[in-house]
């Protein structure tokens, strides 16, 4: 009888606990860690294009100018 009542509350705690989600896509991340938005569609004008997020969203950041801090240079993908 224990372990039918064990096995029940296991699988209620199964049920209740949310499933697990994936991490952000590695262009979102690095969008984000250059203080950048990845924006659908492309950048304003008084924004400048950093990275690209993923196949539809790129990287936006305003100019430098307004928020002065170093860009690196983004690597390139090998075609």
Same mark, same amino acid.
């Given at each position: 009888?224990?372990?039918?009542?064990?096995?029940? @509350? /296991? =699988?209620?705690? &199964?049920?209740?606990?949310?499933?697990? %989600? $994936?991490?952000?896509?590695?262009?979102?991340?690095?969008? @984000? /860690? =250059?203080?950048? &938005?990845?924006?659908?569609?492309?950048? %304003? $004008?008084?924004?400048?294009?950093?990275?690209?997020?993923?196949?539809?969203?790129?990287?936006?950041?305003?100019?430098?100018?307004?928020?002065?801090?170093?860009?690196?240079?983004?690597?390139?993908?090998?075609?």
């Amino acid at each position: 009888m224990k372990l039918h009542s064990v096995l029940s @509350v /296991l =699988l209620f705690f &199964v049920t209740i606990i949310p499933k697990a %989600t $994936t991490g952000i896509i590695p262009g979102q991340k690095q969008c @984000v /860690l =250059l203080r950048g &938005v990845c924006k659908r569609g492309g950048c %304003t $004008t008084t924004d400048d294009t950093i990275g690209v997020c993923n196949d539809e969203k790129k990287c936006c950041r305003k100019w430098w100018i307004l928020f002065p801090y170093a860009t690196p240079v983004p690597k390139s993908k090998s075609p």
